[in-house]
């Protein structure tokens, strides 16, 4: 635990999502909430989306932060301060968005009912 899913819109050019998912779990790495080896991201590009109603030059990169319940509400909004942080940094780096395209950057955490989760881990 944590599970991250990283969705972005495929209107970003030279969107690298291995190295911002790279930057992100080092940001919830640092949290000192979970384990290194818990944290499980992966990315999800988006070739048919809408933003808002206007034919404008729009993208996104939303995050979704899957959380075993039981977090306080200053532990969640802390991850999430620093997972956009990280992620606001990431794409800096980029040059991600067309000149004059606006990117929306958003991250959200979610209970898991912590009762019902369950995991294995398996070495081979």
């Known amino acids: ?29 640092d949290s000192g909430l979970f384990g290194e080896p818990d944290i499980k991201s992966r990315a999800i590009g988006f070739d048919h989306f809408r933003i ?16 075993l319940s039981g977090r306080s ?6 991850l999430a301060d620093g997972v956009l942080a990280a992620l606001t940094a990431a794409v800096h780096g980029q040059k991600t968005a067309k000149t004059g395209m606006e990117l929306q950057l958003s991250v959200e955490t ?8 369950a995991k294995a881990v398996l070495n081979g």
């Open 73 to 78: 509400p200053e532990d969640r909004k802390r």
């Open 1 to 29: 635990m944590p599970h991250l899913t990283l969705e972005y819109s495929r209107n970003l050019t030279d969107f690298d999502a291995d190295a911002t998912l790279v930057a992100i779990n080092q940001a919830m790495a």
């Open 110 to 117: 979610t209970d898991l009912d912590r009762p019902s989760y």
């Open 52 to 67: 808002g109603t206007a034919d404008l030059p729009r993208s996104f990169i939303h995050v979704r932060i899957a959380l």
